[in-house]
């Protein structure tokens, strides 16, 4: 992993771990979180990791609003931001230190500007971007299509693979977000960078 974006985020305050693969990134969360309550936002990267089963395992607290019926779905999130440590991915990191998040029902943003003292990201290095410009080109190439094919939102880039800034109820670019520091609230913002490709 560059050293010089390991030095830029810390600069920001970030705490920075590298993790080689997918093993030592799912031991340094584990090791992070240890007994704590978690709340889990949208994340490809945490199911890919499977760490909702391992920490539910281990007998931890862990709310995840992908893990429930729809019924129930604003409720689980509600609780998800009231825990411990509140864990998801960046849909981009800088190499100047900064977060990019894009966000469409807001929780995942919500949790990591105003919830839980403690933060976790978990990043793959497919998402390590030069700057803005190419972060958001990225998340919008590469991300955001899938994410409404997942979904079954019918987005015209689900359809087409291209941002056209569509104008519809089912749109998930809402909230752009950069990080430049961790808020106040927050006691550990923890950055788990993998040499991995890990999510979308």
Known sequence: MDANIIRELEKRNFIVHTAADETEAVQTVLGIVQSRSVGIGGSKTVKQLGLYDLLTTQGNEVHWHWTVD?????EERDKAIACDVYMCSANAVLTDGRIVEIDG?????AGLLYGPPCVILIVGRQKICSDL???IARIKRDACPENARRLGMPTPCAQTNVCHDCRTSARMCNAT???????????EFHVVLVDKDLGL
Do not use: C, F, Y
Request: aromatic share 4%; charged share 35%.
């Open 105 to 109: 029902t807001g929780n995942r943003v």
């Open 177 to 187: 977000v950069i990080l430049e520091w961790p808020m106040r609230i927050h006691r």
């Open 70 to 74: 729809k019924a129930h779905k604003k």
């Open 133 to 135: 410009d190419s972060a």
